[in-house]
Nanobody, 115 residues
Framework: QVQLVESGGGLVQPGGSLRLSCAAS????????MVWYRQAPGKQRELVAI???????VYADSVKGRFTISRDSAKNTVNLQMNSLEPEDTAVYYC?????????WGQGTQVTVSS
């Protein structure tokens, strides 16, 4: 069994920063991709950032230059550093891991950007 545990969400003022983490535990062999998605109220879930097994990254245009995805392979953890946060970044953030070609989702963590 594999479990994903997310942490780091919260309330922050516009222009502030937050760091999200997602830690995987259990029977883990190959993590092919680690992904952050988000879903705002009334909107579809959207991809925020990906880091692949080779280390390449992809970002949504809306977060380029503000968000950074990184991983700690030894701890099976993926992080999302979010800077210069905007009210439009308010959403529930989910991590997704492709582990041995099987999908695993985190439980979601709320990020609210408001003054």
């Amino acid at each position: 069994q594999v479990q994903l545990v997310e942490s780091g969400g919260g309330l922050v003022q516009p222009g502030g920063s937050l760091r999200l983490s997602c830690a995987a535990s259990g029977s883990i062999f190959n993590i092919y991709a680690m992904v952050w998605y988000r879903q705002a109220p009334g909107k579809q879930r959207e991809l925020v950032a990906i880091i692949r097994i080779g280390g390449s990254t992809v970002y949504a245009d809306s977060v380029k230059g503000r968000f950074t995805i990184s991983r700690d392979s030894a701890k099976n953890t993926v992080n999302l550093q979010m800077n210069s946060l905007e009210p439009e970044d308010t959403a529930v953030y989910y991590c997704y891991l492709d582990i041995s070609r099987r999908p695993y989702w985190g439980q979601g963590t709320q990020v609210t950007v408001s003054s």
